[in-house]
């Protein structure tokens, strides 16, 4: 006779569950070090990690589409950059989670202020740091909102 059905992403045992723990830590510290990286070469590179694009494709996406001009892709952009940044400290952090997004918006602050400061073909500006504090915010709603969804499965 066959029993119930089993959630295979679930640890069935005490060993297994410390197990599955251990992996689960190990997996979140990896994706935030590649996350640290990725955000340091984007934050840190010498130039606006857009320069490559050409200012005439700016012109005719913005003639083509008026409601997507430069500055509104740029702000979306800083908004999506600082999302995973939510979702990992919210999990990293579990009982802390509420820090996410203060210490997401020190993260943009220093970052805009090392640009502002130190990288000449750079420019800080306090509209990344309001849209990172926003992507930061998402990914702690999403991280909030699967807890919430996983306890009322429970």
């Not at 935030?32 to 012109?59: E, N, T």
């Not at 400061?117 to 990914?139: E, K, Y």
Request: with cysteine.
């Amino acid at each position: 006779m066959k029993g119930p059905a089993r959630d295979e992403s679930a640890p069935s045992s005490a060993g297994s569950e410390s197990e599955w723990h251990v992996r689960r830590e190990a997996l979140l510290a990896a994706s935030a070090c590649i996350y640290a990286i990725v955000l340091a070469l984007i934050a840190f590179w010498p130039q606006h990690v857009d320069s490559a694009v050409p200012s005439r494709f700016w012109r005719m996406l913005e003639t083509t589409i008026p409601f997507i001009t430069y500055e509104r892709v740029e702000f979306g952009a800083n908004i999506l950059l600082f999302v995973p940044l939510g979702i990992l400290l919210a999990l990293l952090l579990p009982a802390r989670r509420w820090l996410a997004v203060p210490s997401a918006a020190l993260v943009s602050a220093v970052i805009e202020t090392v640009q502002g400061v130190f990288i000449s073909g750079r420019t800080a500006s306090i509209l990344d740091v309001v849209a990172n504090v926003i992507g930061a915010s998402i990914g702690l709603a999403i991280v909030a909102i699967a807890y919430r969804a996983r306890r009322r499965r429970a």
